[in-house]
């Protein structure tokens, strides 16, 4: 949609747009009509003022146009712009309203010729992509503590420092085995392929690394090509590329089982289960003592509920005694209470008979008569009571530890006070503590019997 603020009408109702007006629907229209495009062409008039943003022109054989490259934008270039250089812009098309001027506002740049590589780099990916060599379901799953880790990469290549130092820090014991190559050049896709196929064919290792340091399109554009993306998929072992920077991403990494973003961020996904590990036992060391400590606390209050449960036998005797002693009273308090019941009983049923004036040479026969009996039956209780009583202590008394050495018994202890049950708590040479009815001794243990 145009919009048509500053339309005026005049007096003869013919319509008139301002200059702002004008300049805002050209701007709208060439905006609506070009969309986002790349412009090939020469650089001039390049200049850079202390706002950061780039203005130049762009150039061919017949004809010009004026770009602007914001800062924000200016900042990503991966190279400096110069006067003369030839490239392609990422741009579009617009009108600089204040002043009328046709221009392109630039996203991105690249160095000429580097489209047709662009160009290629898509064709090879849609084709494998077609075939499925990108699809999740063909990685092969990272081996968290790796026994032996190979590299494919050139010998003078930054990245093989990074990597032996990233691994020396993270993992000191981990074997490496560098499979040399080109990573540059015409035929070093070849070179690459080879040493992949070397790798998976010696099966010297169980995870292998394919690295490059950073550098331009075409310096990376060994690791585009196909035979390079068939050994990485044919490749038994699993795979990590670390190509180039993090912006930087080849159809090695594609079909790759996992890309890191830099040689080092390789060398640490290789190296992370043991890094890890290295952490964890950190911590275990840390919280250990902490841990034992609060451990044998516990163990500790353990014991001392167990203490307070446990009663010594003398302490057991002694509550004995006490329930028996209670057992007497409470005997002979109702003993007591009967006889003075009888008693009462008695003077009750004397009462009643000297009231009623009874025979009473009959009457005192049958109350002798039946305070014998009483007298009798009280007397035979009590004997019963006092009978009970005395086996009860004589039992208790029976069960005394002292009583059974008294009988001709003996207690053997070791040293250290624990009691010997068998022959299996001690052995020949050992000094034992011996305790009987009268008085302890020692003994040495000369000789040990089953029997």
């Given at each position: 949609?145009?919009?048509?603020?500053?339309?005026?009408?005049?007096?003869?109702?013919e319509e008139i747009l301002s200059v702002s007006a004008l300049n805002r629907l050209a701007r709208q229209m060439l905006e609506g009509r070009f969309p986002l495009l790349?412009?090939?062409?020469?650089?001039?008039?390049?200049?850079?003022?202390?706002?950061?943003?780039?203005?130049?022109?762009?150039?061919?054989?017949?004809?010009?146009?004026?770009?602007?490259?914001?800062?924000?934008?200016?900042?990503?270039?991966?190279?400096?712009?110069?006067?003369?250089?030839?490239?392609?812009?990422?741009?579009?098309?617009?009108?600089?309203?204040?002043?009328?001027?046709?221009?392109?506002?630039?996203?991105?740049?690249?160095?000429?010729?580097?489209?047709?590589?662009?160009?290629?780099?898509?064709?090879?990916?849609?084709?494998?992509?077609?075939?499925?060599?990108?699809?999740?379901?063909?990685?092969?799953?990272?081996?968290?503590?790796?026994?032996?880790?190979?590299?494919?990469?050139?010998?003078?290549?930054?990245?093989?420092?990074?990597?032996?130092?990233?691994?020396?820090?993270?993992?000191?014991?981990?074997?490496?085995?560098?499979?040399?190559?080109?990573?540059?050049?015409?035929?070093?896709?070849?070179?690459?392929?080879?040493?992949?196929?070397?790798?998976?064919?010696?099966?010297?290792?169980?995870?292998?690394?394919?690295?490059?340091?950073?550098?331009?399109?075409?310096?990376?554009?060994?690791?585009?090509?196909?035979?390079?993306?068939?050994?990485?998929?044919?490749?038994p072992l699993p795979i990590i590329t670390g190509i180039g920077h993090e912006t930087d991403t080849t159809i090695a990494d594609l079909v790759a089982d996992c890309r890191?973003?830099?040689?080092?961020?390789?060398?640490?996904?290789?190296?992370?289960?043991?890094?890890?590990?290295?952490?964890?036992?950190?911590?275990?060391?840390?919280?250990?003592?902490?841990?034992?400590?609060?451990?044998?606390?516990?163990?500790?209050?353990?014991?001392?509920?167990?203490?307070?449960?446990?009663?010594?036998?003398?302490?057991?005797?002694?509550?004995?005694?006490?329930?028996?002693?209670?057992?007497?009273?409470?005997?002979?308090?109702?003993?007591?209470?009967?006889?003075?019941?009888?008693?009462?009983?008695?003077?009750?049923?004397?009462?009643?008979?000297?009231?009623?004036?009874?025979?009473?040479?009959?009457?005192?026969?049958?109350?002798?008569?039946?305070?014998?009996?009483?007298?009798?039956?009280?007397?035979?209780?009590?004997?019963?009571?006092?009978?009970?009583?005395?086996?009860?202590?004589?039992?208790?008394?029976?069960?005394?530890?002292?009583?059974?050495?008294?009988?001709?018994?003996?207690?053997?202890?070791?040293?250290?006070?624990?009691?010997?049950?068998?022959?299996?708590?001690?052995?020949?040479?050992?000094?034992?503590?011996?305790?009987?009815?009268?008085?302890?001794?020692?003994?040495?243990?000369?000789?040990?019997?089953?029997?």
């Open positions: 949609m145009i919009e048509k603020t500053g339309l005026f009408t005049s007096e003869s109702g790349w412009v090939a062409g020469e650089i001039s008039n390049l200049r850079r003022p202390s706002s950061g943003h780039i203005y130049f022109a762009l150039k061919d054989e017949s004809a010009q146009v004026d770009c602007v490259m914001f800062r924000n934008r200016s900042q990503l270039l991966p190279f400096r712009l110069q006067d003369g250089m030839r490239v392609e812009a990422r741009a579009h098309v617009t009108l600089y309203e204040a002043r009328g001027g046709f221009q392109l506002n630039v996203e991105a740049m690249r160095a000429a010729g580097i489209g047709a590589l662009y160009e290629a780099f898509a064709r090879l990916r849609a084709k494998l992509e077609s075939e499925g060599l990108f699809a999740p379901e063909r990685r092969l799953p990272l081996p968290r503590y790796p026994r032996r880790v190979g590299i494919v990469t050139s010998l003078q290549a930054a990245a093989l420092q990074d990597i032996l130092a990233t691994l020396a820090r993270r993992a000191p014991h981990l074997p490496v085995i560098v499979y040399p190559t080109l990573v540059q050049g015409d035929s070093a896709g070849n070179y690459i392929a080879e040493a992949i196929r070397t790798a998976a064919g010696r099966a010297e290792c169980d995870l292998l690394l394919v690295a490059r340091g950073g550098g331009g399109i075409e310096d990376l554009w060994a690791f585009n090509e196909e035979c390079v993306a068939r050994a990485i998929d044919a490749c890191a973003a830099t040689p080092t961020a390789a060398a640490e996904l290789a190296s992370a289960g043991y890094f890890e590990v290295q952490g964890d036992l950190a911590r275990l060391a840390l919280a250990m003592p902490t841990n034992m400590q609060r451990l044998l606390q516990v163990r500790m209050q353990h014991i001392d509920l167990l203490t307070r449960r446990l009663i010594h036998p003398g302490e057991k005797l002694g509550r004995l005694r006490a329930e028996t002693a209670h057992l007497a009273t409470r005997l002979g308090a109702g003993m007591r209470q009967r006889l003075g019941l009888g008693r009462l009983t008695l003077q009750q049923v004397q009462s009643r008979h000297a009231r009623h004036r009874p025979d009473l040479r009959h009457a005192q026969r049958g109350l002798d008569t039946l305070a014998a009996q009483l007298r009798s039956s009280v007397a035979n209780s009590l004997a019963q009571r006092q009978n009970r009583l005395l086996n009860l202590a004589a039992g208790l008394e029976h069960l005394s530890p002292q009583a059974v050495l008294q009988r001709g018994y003996s207690l053997a202890r070791k040293t250290d006070g624990s009691i010997v049950h068998s022959t299996a708590q001690i052995t020949q040479g050992d000094t034992l503590l011996l305790s009987f009815g009268q008085g302890e001794a020692d003994t040495l243990v000369t000789r040990l019997s089953d029997n």
